[in-house]
């Protein structure tokens, strides 16, 4: 399968010029709370809870006795050089790291979602919608028959899998509020797949790039497997691609050689005919 989107641009034909305002706030509101998560990791915790990286598996109830009490050893090991030099040099360069990528990717993605409409925008979103939406088939006796019971209890079953997907979406990676969550689950998925390939064409995929992603994923009420499939299907694009363009590169230097050989037997041709017409005692001028 291919991914959704081919191009970050396709989020133009995807949202409106409102809900892309409405997409640069939910990114920034997801950039504002991951810079508040690496400050509060290195603040103090509190007699009676765990460090914020510990917090979510006490929360859950996944932990037992003597591996929280392990958690809190390390907890104190930590907390206890909080205030020392290098963990405050750390604190700096962490929240530096954070603030050149997320100024990146804010570049990034105001110049995506607020550039120049394009004059045929309205065609080519039609067109894009109608090559994602085919019409349905022709009515026929055959497509007529009632639903199969067993296919309806298959698509409750992955749509309650689903809800609790996301459940744990919400859990791991708190949900920042959006209206974005209105639009159709095709459009959710386009944008998430866009959003992947914004991030890719910054030159790296940290791991920044990846919890916003999670973020956007969870904000958008969408399960983490959306952007997995997504993550793969475009890596399985890309490397394809990769051996296309080098197939095109090795027959290019192919080419090349070829032209530098015939080049090199008309160079040798020439002069040995030179040499023909010097021997016979024809004019030596050619040699």
Known sequence: ????????KDLK????PARRKALLALLGGIVSQMRKKIEISFEASTDDQIAPLF?????TGAVNDPERERMRKLDARIEKNLTSPKMLALREDALAYFDRWSRQVRNLMKTTCEGPEDPRSEQRRQEFNAARNPPPPVYTAE???????TAVAKAKADELLEAKDILMMHEMYPPVQ???TTISKQDRICVISCLVLALLSLGHYSAHSRVLLCYLTSSLDVPLSILTTEETEIAQTLMLASKTLSADEETKKRQADNATSRKWKVGLASVGGALVIGITGGIAAPL
Do not use: C, G, K, Q
Request: hydrophobic share 30%; net charge negative; glycine share 0%.
């Open 178 to 180: 959006t209206r974005l």
């Open 143 to 149: 497509n007529s028959n009632p639903e199969d019971p």
């Open 13 to 16: 034909l995807v949202l409106n």
């Open 1 to 8: 399968m291919a991914p959704n989107a081919s191009d970050p």
């Open 55 to 59: 917090h979510n598996s006490e929360a």
